[in-house]
Each structure stands twice: as structure tokens, then as C-alpha cells.
């Protein structure tokens, strides 16, 4: 039977009901990172602790790729299937911008300083059936 | 100790079919060396670097076995400003009296691909498509735009000089001049970044003879003099290519750091600086760069641009041989080359393009990922 699995190991706590990315902070200068790395990139202390960041953040800033990325890239579309996609940085709650893929792939859907919302959503499928689970934020409908 | 340049030489950048990057890399040292009035013998060190082009102290192949110190040195775009500051260095130390710095690539068509190891990222960065130096010019393009009401037009003027600057240059790759409309109406490749606005990975080689200035007029009658090379990596907190987060108080960019670091080294400042070259790998950098290198406000640069201010006649010529958009990057020589069109320039040997007024101050500045930035003053 195919599997959803994580793009990576320790990016979200998924599944979870809410999903929220993970980061980590230093224990002596309260800087905040993502992805979470044992080492404080801000002071140097050895010492750092995972936290959630959030599942929602606001748009810093914003672009589309038009064209499909040459390898590494690696999803399962072909030159003729690449869907244009959003790219952004996301101010978290968590006290960090994380760069992530935006489901909004046009000038007119995307504002810095809107409210998004994190998704983990499919990537891309393997051989096997499974698929492979990434991040990525939609603007937050105003209600 | 001063260091001097008594010899520069390129090999044209664009594409060379029937050349390896190596051989493009070999003709640039052997213009430097006939410009220099010199032998490949007579070069007592060698920094050399480039990306796809293989080991530059490979040249020895072609340029003869003389049994010099070789070092290659790899600093991704910062190459070129990182193999000066390695030359200056050694003639500043007084261990050598003169060598060779040189750079060349041959990279294949359409954009970089870099590999997410190579980085210190997780191969997860690259699958998604997240690792992209066009992606990330944009987005800082666009932060920039918003935080200093900077509009589409300062970009299109950016894209419009380069191309006819390019026009005037025998060696650039791209030599004809683009109207405004054509780059207004080129295709969007990255928002706010169009087609006309971005350079493109090249071909070519670039190469300097580097001297103790105390000798310096045994081989050269007009030596120019290297006042000031540094080179300077990125801070916690500045917005760099390759980042997959961001910290909440955006620190100065490196190019800022080693940009002072520059001039305090020359003793001078941005005004007495005649003609600059100032990395526009995109139309949105060379406006970030103009203000982080000193030569404007943040926000000034919309109103600059509109008055041609930074044209080859206006009081700031930028990029005058019509920059990283005209000549294409090879990224281990295109830092050089920036050195040879300010060269060029102080030497009053530009012919079209020559700025007026004979020029006596010249600055180069390159950046690269993963936020490198390296900064060169030459003076007559």
C-alpha cells in the first residue's frame, strides 16, 4: 500500500491535525533558525532546542518561478506537465523567515505583509506508489 | 609596499566553441603577459580559479612547467576578487615581486544548478526547488522594492544601459543595445525580474599581471596602482543566496563590510571614486549594490537612473563594458574582468566607451553565494 513520507526528517510534525513547521532555538541568545541545527548560527553555542515555529506567518517577500529548475530538482513533473510555482519568505511566530514553496503562482494572488497558511502537501510521487509530503504556504482568505 | 597591475589581458567573453575553458583561461595570461611586456618565465606565483572550467593551475599545461608557486582558489562568484586579494597579499607580504592572476570558466547553457551538499544544505533544499540564485535576486529584488519604493522602471533602465554599453564594447558578448519596450516587454522569468534582466552563465578568461610598485617601472611605463582588495563574508542576520531562513533583523549586506573595509584600506571614500564596476548578475542588484556599496542612498537610485546619472558620461559610470548582463558570467573569470574594464578606463583606452575626464579612481565589486562579496580600488 503507498505511503505519504516526509520530504525530510524533522522539517514539520506531520501527521498532526496542525501541522506545524520546526525549527530550533539557542538556549543563549534566544536566535531562531529552520531547518533545526544543533549549533546557534547567531552566536556559536553548542546548545539549542527544538521548537514549533508556527502554521502560519505573514509574506516578507515573494517571487514565481516560471521555468522548471534544472537537477536537483526532483519532482515528478515533465517540461510539458511543470506547473510555475511561488517561492517566499514567511515571518513565523516562532521569531524566524523560513523560505518555502507557495501554492500561488501568480503576481495578482501574492502581497508582502498577507497572512499565510502552512500546508503539507504531496511533492511529487516515487516508483513505489509512496509520496513524498513537503511545506508550503496559500494566502489566507479573507473573510 | 604598493602593489601595481603592469599587464591585463582577456580572452572574449560569449561562447568559444573550439575552446576548452582552460585554453580561454591560457589566452587571457598570454594577452596579460604581451600587454605586460612579459614571459610566462618571468612569473614568479599564480592565483587562478574557475567553476566548470577545471584546475586552474592546470595552465601550466599549456603556459610551460615553470615550477612556480600555483595556487588555485575557488570563492564561487567572489572567485576573481578572492584570487586578487590572494596575489595582493603576496606582493604586500614582499615574498614575491610579480605574478599572475587569472580566471576562466566554460559553463553550459541556462541556469546554475549547484548541489545542495556542496553547500551544507540537505538535499531536500534542491528537490523542492528552492535553490535557485535567479529565485533568490528576485526575492531580495522585490523585498527592496518595497521597502524603498523603487519601481519597475529603475530595473528597465538598469537592463537598457548595460545593453548599450555592451553596443560600445568590442569584447562583450551582447552587442546590441535593447530599447526600453523590448525589455519592459521581455518575458517575466522571476518576479519582478524579466528575460533582459538577468546575465546568463558564459565563456572567457581574464587575466592580470600583478607587481611590486617599487619595480614596477622597469617593466611598465603608466603602472596602475591595487589601493585597496578585500574580501568579506556574510553576517547573522544579512539576506543571502542559499538561505533557508532568515533571521528577523536584517544585518548589512558583506558587500557593505568589505566595501568600508575598501576604502579605509585606500584612504579615500565613495565621492572620489571616477568609474565603478558593481556586480549585476541582475538588474536588481546592481540598484541594491549602487546603495550598499556607498555611492547612494537606499531609494535614491529610481531618481538616478532617470537622470543617467550612472551612464558613461553621468558622474557614476557603472559598469561601462556593460557589465555581468553584456558580457555573460563565466563565474571564475568575471570578477577580472571587471578589473580589466576599470583598467581600460583609467587608462583611457576605451575608445567608445571611454568615460570622460580621464579618470583617475576606479572600484570593483563582486558577490557571490553563499554571500561572499570582494571589493578592488585601482588608481593611476
Sequence with gaps: ?143 | MDVAIIGIGLHRFGRSPDMSGLQQGASAVRAALADAGLSWADMQFAYGGSQDGGNADALVNELGLTGLQFTNIWNGCATGGSSLHAAYSAIKSGEYDVGVVVGFDKHPRGAFNPQPKEWGLDQWYGETGLMLTTQFFALKTQRYMHDHDITEDALIRVSEKAFKNGSLTPTAWRQQALSYEQIANSAMISHPLRKYMFCSPAEGGAALIICNADKAHQYCSKPLFLKAAAVRTRHYGSFEVFAPSQAMEVADAPTVTASEAAFEQAGIGPEDVDVMQLQDTDSGTEIMHMAENGFCEHGEQEKLLREGATGINGRLPINTDGGCLANGEPVGASGLRQVYEVCVQLRGEGGARQVPNQPKVGYTHVYGAPGISGVNIITK
Design chain 1, 1 to 143: 500500500m503507498s505511503q505519504q513520507i516526509p520530504i525530510h526528517d524533522g522539517l514539520f510534525t506531520w501527521p498532526a491535525t496542525k501541522p506545524q513547521l520546526l525549527g530550533s532555538q539557542c538556549r543563549q541568545c534566544a536566535e531562531t533558525t529552520f531547518p533545526a541545527q544543533p549549533d546557534c548560527r547567531s552566536c556559536g553555542a553548542r546548545e539549542t532546542n527544538v521548537i514549533e515555529l508556527g502554521d502560519r506567518g505573514i509574506l516578507w517577500t515573494w517571487t514565481i518561478q516560471t521555468f522548471m529548475p534544472k537537477e536537483p530538482y526532483h519532482s515528478d513533473e515533465t517540461p510539458e506537465t511543470f506547473r510555475p510555482y511561488g517561492v517566499g519568505y514567511v515571518e513565523m511566530p516562532g521569531g524566524v523567515r523560513v523560505e518555502a514553496r507557495l501554492q500561488a503562482n501568480s503576481p495578482d494572488q501574492l502581497k508582502i505583509g498577507m497572512l499565510m497558511q502552512l500546508d503539507i502537501i504531496p511533492f511529487r510521487t516515487e516508483a513505489n506508489g509512496n509520496q513524498k509530503m513537503t511545506f508550503s504556504f496559500s494566502p489566507v482568505e479573507e473573510s
